[in-house]
């Protein structure tokens, strides 16, 4: 299975645990991993090479600076936000399929079902946290993002790309100009311009097992009448995702999967 | 290592769980499986010792019926309850330590620094958890269990055996006839009598590292001014102890600790 991550240095240890998690909750699976990251050291390279151990395999890329010359730089975020949306011009062309993960996650399921997921003709596979109640509404974000199409917001977390179908769609220079034209409007720019520009053309998956905002323990509890309990997380869900400000690595982080997540970073750090 | 377990087949999932942590916590480890326990088939017995693999070995015990021809039975309690404080009887004349765990707990650290105790002529190291204002206070158990000599009250869950000294200094007819005298004031009959016999030859180890009250997670972190913290325990804590009444393999248990425990259980039935 080929697997996407990018990122900056300050996301190395949480992409450990990502990593780690992932390839101990998937025995028998052999994984790719493509990184798309600018400031990592050869130091930092070998740290997660070692990681991968014999079994999966490293893939650092290199990213062309003329990629982004027309970019532009919205607020405070770098060029790197832009990876991850222009990944299908910047991973080897006989790759058809990848998974993106964010580092902030923690794998405890095998994720092969979600990766062999039938795309069609979509472009990418993801999760809507919105029959959470999160914040913002699928109705304002709509008008917000100009996407009167899409069915729902999508959390960019984890992707499931159609390779093939996305290097034809997607274009860096319509991404360039929608974050131009909408710049005083985006939130989480990356997210936002992948639901403004392609929203439509992306298969929901259920976040309950791919894509588990783990700060909401209780909504889906709820919501499911008490079905999706504890017992039924730690069954069925693959992906906990440790959304929003307050991460799980930080010190006095806590909440129903801190011991958990806390757990598994002393374990990559034992190693 | 050594490691003793007494059980009834209702705690064998639990068992599993614990000998699962205990194993995957301390790589490189090969421990010795000491089992006492009347009511295991010989299913479970193949099923606990597949859990073991080629690394650990298990040892399944038989107890003679005549060691306990004169043991009360103290209210609802099985002769079970008697195992472990007869354990240097019961287990080969050639060991002379051993760990003895009770089945509802999580490893999540090595547990080698714990069984390398120096016991001098204490016959076991044991923790207390009553610096953390457990109901029955010290005093009050020290009258109740009619020892004045004990500085606290012992957890049972987690011993390290002297058992060389144990062969020479408990007898069950000591046993018994305490069983006999205290029985109505006996709370928790075996660990009370482990106290009010024994409870001043016991060397006190701390319980914040070897035998953590799962339910306190809050005092442990007040009464050490925020030091003890979810980093701190999942660092440094070797064993999990889910004492009370509420367990974490029952559906709808929940606490700070459920998320790790519930996911090793089903890493466990996963296998």
Redesign the interface.
């Known amino acids: 299975m080929n697997i996407l991550v990018t990122l900056d240095r300050n996301y190395l240890r949480p992409l450990r645990v990502m990593l780690g998690s992932l390839f101990f909750n998937n025995p028998g699976a052999a994984f790719h991993i493509y990184l798309i990251g600018d400031s990592l050291t050869q130091v930092d390279l070998a740290d997660l090479s070692a990681l991968c151990g014999t079994r999966h395999t490293l893939h650092p890329l290199t990213v062309p600076e003329t990629l982004f010359k027309e970019a532009p730089v919205v607020r405070y975020y770098s060029r790197a936000m832009y990876y991850r949306l222009l990944a299908a011009q910047l991973l080897p062309k006989d790759l058809d399929r990848i998974l993106y993960l964010d580092p902030d996650i923690l794998v405890?399921?095998p994720v092969q079902p979600l990766y062999e997921t039938n795309l069609g003709s979509f472009l990418m596979a993801a999760a809507t946290h919105s029959g959470l109640f999160s914040g913002i509404s699928d109705q304002v974000n709509r008008m917000r993002l100009d996407n009167y199409e899409a069915e729902a917001y999508f959390n960019s977390g984890v992707l499931v790309m159609n390779l093939a179908a996305m290097r034809h769609a997607v274009r860096a220079e319509d991404i360039y100009a929608y974050a131009r034209e909408h710049a005083d409007l985006l939130i989480l720019p990356d997210q936002d311009i992948l639901n403004g520009l392609y929203g439509a053309r992306i298969l929901e998956v259920d976040d309950s097992l791919w894509n588990y905002d783990a700060r909401k323990y209780e909504r889906y509890w709820m919501t499911s009448q008490g079905e999706r309990?504890?017992?039924w997380?730690?069954?069925h869900t693959s992906i906990l995702h440790f959304c929003g400000k307050n991460k799980p690595w930080s010190?006095?982080?806590?909440g129903?999967?801190?011991?958990?997540y806390?757990?598994y970073?002393?374990l990559l750090e034992r190693q």
Do not use: R, S, T, W
């Not at 129903?256 to 958990?260: D, G, P």
């Open positions: 405890i399921n309990d504890m017992d997380v730690m069954e010190q006095g982080y806590m129903y999967f801190a011991a958990l806390k757990h970073q002393h």
